[in-house]
C-alpha cells in the first residue's frame, strides 16, 4: 500500500458544528503532517507529527485539534469554525528515516463552512 | 529560514513546445528540493527531488530539473508538452538537518495550448 488516504473527501459544515478529518497510512511512515490549502496559493503547513508526537504548531487556531492515535492514523478535530477555514485540507506523511524526506499527500478534504 | 521563489505564476505553452519552470531557493545550510504537480481537485504528486549527488534529477512524465547551486536555482524542464501536463506546479524546499518543514513557492499553473 503506497497511498495516503484520506475521508471524508468533501465536508459541509455549520459555525457550531464539531466534526474530523482523518488520514491513514501504511507505509511505516515515522511523520505525518496536516496542511490547508486555499484556492490558487500553495499549502500551508499546520501541524508535524513524528513518532507519534506533536512536533511542530504553526501557531493554528486551537478550533483545530490534531491527534495521532497511532503510526498510521492522523485526525483533524475541527470545532466552531469561521468561514474562512474554508479550504482543501491536505494530509501527507514522510518516512524520516534513510535520508529520504519526501512527502506523501492525500488527495484532500473539501471543506466549506457555512 | 528557508525560501522559495517562483517567479512565473501563469506559463501558457503550446502542445509538444518544451517548457522551462523556474525555481530560486534561499537557505543558509544545504538543502533537498522537490516538484510537486497538482492537477485540479487533487493532492499533490511528488514529480522529482534532489537530495545529493548527480545535478541533473530525472523525474516522472518526461520531466528533469537540474541544481544550481551557484545560482541557488532548480529549475524544470520537458522538452515536449502534452495536453495532460496542464496542472498546477510547487517547488518546495526542505533544509537537510533533519527540518519536517517543506517550504512551497507560490505555484506556477502550466497551461498547454492545442
Known amino acids: 500500500d503506497t497511498e495516503v488516504t484520506q475521508t471524508p473527501k468533501h465536508l459541509v459544515m455549520g459555525m457550531t458544528n464539531k466534526k474530523s478529518l482523518k488520514c491513514e497510512q501504511h507505509?511505516?511512515?515515522?511523520?505525518m503532517y496536516w496542511y490547508k490549502q486555499k484556492a490558487k496559493k500553495p499549502p500551508e503547513l499546520m501541524f508535524v507529527?513524528?513518532?507519534?508526537?506533536?512536533?511542530i504548531n504553526e501557531s493554528v487556531p486551537s478550533r483545530f485539534s490534531p491527534e495521532c492515535p497511532n503510526s498510521s492514523l492522523l485526525n483533524l478535530h475541527l470545532h466552531a469554525l469561521q468561514p474562512e477555514d474554508s479550504a482543501l485540507y491536505l494530509c501527507a506523511s514522510s518516512p524520516r528515516t534513510g535520508g529520504d524526506y519526501e512527502q506523501y499527500f492525500g488527495p484532500g478534504t473539501r471543506l466549506t463552512v457555512t | 529560514a528557508q525560501s522559495v521563489t517562483q517567479l512565473d505564476s501563469q506559463v501558457p505553452v503550446f502542445e509538444e513546445a518544451p517548457v522551462e519552470l523556474r525555481c530560486n531557493y534561499s537557505s543558509s545550510v544545504s538543502v533537498y528540493l522537490f516538484w510537486y504537480v497538482q492537477y485540479p481537485n487533487q493532492g499533490l504528486q511528488l514529480l522529482l527531488k534532489?537530495?545529493?549527488?548527480?545535478?541533473l534529477v530525472k523525474g516522472i512524465n518526461g520531466f528533469e530539473a537540474e541544481f544550481n547551486k551557484s545560482q541557488t536555482s532548480f529549475h524544470l524542464r520537458k522538452p515536449s508538452v502534452h495536453i495532460s501536463d496542464t496542472a498546477e506546479y510547487f517547488c518546495?524546499?526542505?533544509?537537510?538537518?533533519?527540518?519536517?518543514?517543506?517550504?512551497f513557492g507560490t505555484g506556477t499553473r502550466l497551461t498547454i495550448i492545442p
Open positions: 534532489y537530495l545529493s549527488g548527480s545535478t
Open positions: 507529527y513524528s513518532y507519534e508526537k506533536l512536533s
Open positions: 507505509m511505516g511512515h515515522r511523520a
Open positions: 518546495a524546499v526542505s533544509e537537510d538537518f533533519g527540518n519536517e518543514k517543506l517550504t
